[in-house]
């Protein structure tokens, strides 16, 4: 199962005791998963369809605590590609529910498509929260967090999309709407945008379970950049031991070690001898023992000999 789909469950268990949250929700899962059916006569037909048995369940409980209307739930089988059954609800003459929940308003006398939110149904905080809870319920997702951090909302009119964002973002969130095919997604990428979002629809569950992938993708990122660091670190050491290593061989081979300082011949039998050790470690063989930055200096000279020894080489031939 799905993460989204995990969530889901959770939020379709929790039913809240307010007639006026549950008028919120109802209003948002019908706006966003269903579909009105214009009969003549002022009269109209409402279907509500869900794949997911726990959502279908959720709408039937909130028609009958919310407006006591009793409804059915009809199965229907998907043959096409094996897809999941669907849960469809219907109800007929549905006409005074719909301008119960405000999908439907009176405008100079006649009946009209509410396309915007519905406004005294969100009057109160509790409210607002269950109206979005009720958006996801029936046209959200949420990805997996151990891939991405990303969730949607998904509508079908744009002056509505643009109204759910900035209801929204009236908790502080940074919501934006984009355009996908005939649809209009409100989304949210930032992990911690979809924490407070996830609380404000009352998914703790699911909140918990996303924040700790985050923790463990968060440790594992840093332990991965310390293991990087650390070899590149290792990588550019060994690099520059080998060239050290390259030069006073040149030095041996032309013009022989004892014609070093004694300081850097110093050096240069330890490091021939220990070309796995890094500068400070060098250093410390010394006697007396030197710094990182003394040790480099010296065997700054020994390959400014080097390269002096390659140059005449090169003249003689």
Known sequence: MSFSSKTKNELARRTS??????????????????????????????????????????IFVLFKRSMNVHTVIDVVKNTVLRKNNSYQIKITDATDILKRLEIMIMDDESLIINNGLPKKLIEDECCKRAYIRGTFLGGGSLSDPEKSYHMELITHREDYANELSELINTYDLHSRVIGRKKNFIVYLKEGDQIVDLLNIIGAHTALMSFENTRIVKSVRNKVNRLVNCETANLTKMVDAAVKQKQYIEIIEKYDGLESLADNLKEIAMIRLNNTDVSLKELGELLSPPIGKSGVNHRLRKIEKIALEILEREDKDD
């Open 17 to 58: 005791d307010s007639k006026c949250c549950q008028l919120a929700e109802l209003s948002a899962l019908v706006r966003v998963s269903g579909t009105i059916q214009l009969v003549g006569l002022g009269k109209t037909n409402l279907f509500i369809t869900t794949e997911n048995p726990a959502i279908a369940r959720l």
